[in-house]
C-alpha cells in the first residue's frame, strides 16, 4: 500500500509543471505544486501509519493458539497464547490452531482372527500437543487431522481385531478398545497428536456370519426342546409303569383278600349295588331300564353270593388265577 501510494505521488508530481522564471502564473503554479506535495506526503504518512497500525497485532481467541512465519527467519519457534499479539506487518503472518478437542470418526472393513469379516466403527477425541504446532505446521499443514488419522486408524484397528474371534469381538468389547487406543496413542504421539477417548462405536459382522449364528441359536433351541420331550417322555414311562405296579399291587391284594375271607367280594357286591342303585334312581321318570337283577349287581339275595363265586370260578382274568 505504501509503495502504490509513492507512485501515485510521483506521478502527480511530474504532472505538475516545474516553477519557470518570471511571471504571476509560474508563481501561483509553485505554490500550487508545493501545496499538493506537502498534502500527498501527509496523506502517505497516515496511510502508512494507518496501514501498520492495523496489522501490527493480532488476536489469538480462546481454545487456539498461533504460530508465525516470517519472510526473513521462517517459522519462529515461539507459540503465541490466547489474547493479543504483535507481528511486523508484511513480514510476519500469524497461523492459528484451534486446540479444543475434536471427534474424529473411522469405519473399517477387517478381518478376525477366525477369518470372519467385521465392520468396525472407532470414534477419536483428538488435538494437537500446543508445545509443537510449529513442528505439524512444517510438516502437516493445517489438515493433520485428515492427513494422519485415517491412516493409523485403519491400521490400529486391523491390527487388533485379528488377534480375537469373532465372540470375542462381543464378549470382550472393553479390552478391544482399551488395546485399540493404547496403539493408537503410541502411534499419535510420533505425530504429536494426543488422544483424550477411544471408544467402539459400531460393530456388525458379514450377512453370512450372522445367519450362521441364527442357524446355530435355533438348533440350540431345538435341542433344548428335544431334551425336554426326552424328559417328559421319561417321565410319562415311568408314571404308566409305577401306575401299573400300582394296579398289579392292587390285584394281588384284592385276590389274597379274596381267597383269605370270602365276605370280601360280598362287601364289594353290596357297594357296587349301592352305586348302581343311586345312578339308576338319579335317571329320569321317563327312562325305563329292564335288565337282569343278576347283571345289574342288584340281586343281593342270600343264593345271589353263591351264584356269583361260581361265575367267578368258571372265568380266568379277574384277579389272576381261577
Wanted: net charge positive; with cysteine.
Amino acid at each position: 500500500m505504501a509503495q502504490q501510494l509513492r507512485e501515485a505521488m510521483q506521478r502527480l508530481s511530474k504532472s505538475i509543471p516545474k516553477p519557470g522564471g518570471g511571471g504571476g502564473n509560474n508563481g501561483n503554479n509553485a505554490k500550487l505544486s508545493e501545496t499538493l506535495s506537502k498534502g500527498l506526503t501527509t496523506a502517505l504518512g497516515l496511510g502508512t501509519i494507518a496501514y501498520f497500525g492495523s496489522n501490527c497485532f493480532f488476536t489469538v481467541d480462546g481454545g487456539h493458539r498461533a504460530v508465525v512465519f516470517n519472510r526473513l527467519v521462517g517459522m519462529k519457534e515461539e507459540v503465541y497464547g490466547e489474547g493479543l499479539n504483535f507481528n511486523i506487518p508484511w513480514f510476519e503472518r500469524p497461523v492459528v490452531y484451534d486446540i479444543r478437542t475434536r471427534p474424529c470418526n473411522l469405519q473399517t472393513l477387517t478381518g478376525s482372527k477366525d477369518l470372519q469379516m467385521v465392520t468396525i466403527g472407532v470414534r477419536v477425541l483428538h488435538k494437537p500437543d500446543p508445545s509443537s504446532l510449529v513442528w505439524i505446521y512444517q510438516r502437516l499443514g493445517m489438515n493433520y487431522d485428515e492427513r494422519v488419522l485415517p491412516s493409523i486408524m485403519n491400521e490400529c484397528a486391523k491390527a487388533i481385531v485379528a488377534k480375537y474371534n469373532a465372540n470375542e469381538l462381543l464378549q470382550k468389547r472393553d479390552v478391544v478398545s482399551a488395546d485399540i487406543r493404547r496403539e493408537l496413542m503410541s502411534r499419535a504421539a510420533m505425530f504429536h497428536l494426543l488422544l483424550e477417548d477411544v471408544a467402539i462405536t459400531h460393530l456388525a459382522f458379514s450377512p453370512e456370519y450372522a445367519r450362521a449364528v441364527e442357524a446355530k441359536q435355533v438348533a440350540q433351541q431345538e435341542a433344548e426342546r428335544a431334551k425336554y420331550v426326552v424328559i417328559g417322555a421319561q417321565s410319562e414311562k415311568q408314571t404308566i409303569i409305577t401306575k401299573a405296579k400300582g394296579e398289579a399291587a392292587s390285584a394281588d391284594l384284592i385276590g389274597n383278600a379274596v381267597k383269605k375271607n370270602p365276605g370280601f367280594m360280598s362287601l364289594r357286591r353290596i357297594e357296587a349295588a349301592k352305586d348302581i342303585a343311586g345312578t339308576i334312581s338319579k335317571t329320569s321318570v321317563g327312562n325305563k331300564i329292564y335288565l337282569n337283577a343278576d347283571s345289574l349287581l342288584l340281586n343281593l339275595l342270600s343264593d345271589a353270593d353263591d351264584k356269583f363265586a361260581k361265575g367267578v370260578e368258571n372265568k380266568q382274568g379277574w384277579f389272576g388265577n381261577k
